[in-house]
Antibody
Framework: QVQLVESGGDLVKPGGSLRLSCAAS????????MSWIRQAPGKGLEWVSY????????YYAESVKGRFTISRDNTKNSLYLQMNSLRVEDTAIYYC???????????WGQGTLVTVSS | EIVLTQSPATLSLSPGERATLSCRAS??????LAWYQQKPGQAPRLLIY???NRATGIPARFSGSGSGTDFTLTISSLEPEDFAVYYC?????????FGQGTRLDIK
């Protein structure tokens, strides 16, 4: 079945870096756009970044532009999010999600928790 | 940025009752709206896309309607597993945005 599994979340100090990964299985990964979406503790959902199937088109939320980098490796069925210059307000569960219907997300991974704190 | 405003913030109903959740966009978004359900400790799940199309495997008691700026998610007869938080999401323009959520509680 279609499955997305995130990893890489951790406790990191402000200004630090982290790389999240999302392993995809059960579908042809290279056919799909993908996104990262986050949820701060007890809060709502915030779209973070988008990457097209080939990786040629990329978008970021203003809140992360210049600090985060999305990428993918279609040979490894994997999606990544490199997070630099982390801030306390980046603390959240980070979900990867398949974009199969033109920027609607289905399914989502189980999420990985990033905590930015001194 | 398109702002989505959901109402009410919390809705308290009993199993078997009908639930009506609203989502209003700050500008017209045609029918480019989705609804998601999120249960505690779980990832969101797509329920409805393009305002009125049920996603794969979603029960028929869930329905969506609306276009332009005003949208509704209706659950015709609440089952115990339907009590959760519901989010709307627009894809009319970048950035993609979500509403703040409606919590559906058991009365």
């Amino acid at each position: 079945q279609v499955q997305l599994v995130e990893s890489g979340g951790d406790l990191v100090k402000p200004g630090g870096s982290l790389r999240l990964s999302c392993a995809a299985s059960g579908f042809t990964f290279s056919d799909y756009f993908m996104s990262w979406i986050r949820q701060a503790p007890g809060k709502g959902l915030e779209w973070v970044s988008y990457i097209s199937s080939t990786g040629k088109t990329i978008y970021y939320a203003e809140s992360v532009k210049g600090r985060f980098t999305i990428s993918r490796d279609n040979t490894k069925n994997s999606l990544y999010l490199q997070m630099n210059s982390l801030r306390v307000e980046d603390t959240a569960i980070y979900y990867c999600a398949r974009d199969g219907r033109g920027n609607y997300y289905d399914p989502w991974g189980q999420g990985t928790l990033v905590t930015v704190s001194s | 940025e398109i702002v989505l405003t959901q109402s009410p913030a919390t809705l308290s109903l009993s199993p078997g009752e009908r639930a009506t959740l609203s989502c209003r966009a700050s500008q017209t978004i045609s029918n480019y709206l989705a609804w998601y359900q999120q249960k505690p400790g779980q990832a969101p799940r797509l329920l409805i896309y393009d305002a009125s199309n049920r996603a794969t495997g979603i029960p028929a008691r869930f329905s969506g309607s609306g276009s332009g700026t005003d949208f509704t998610l209706t659950i015709s007869s609440l089952e115990p597993e339907d009590f959760a938080v519901y989010y709307c999401q627009q894809r009319s323009g970048w950035p993609v945005t979500f509403g703040q959520g409606t919590r559906l509680d058991i009365k």
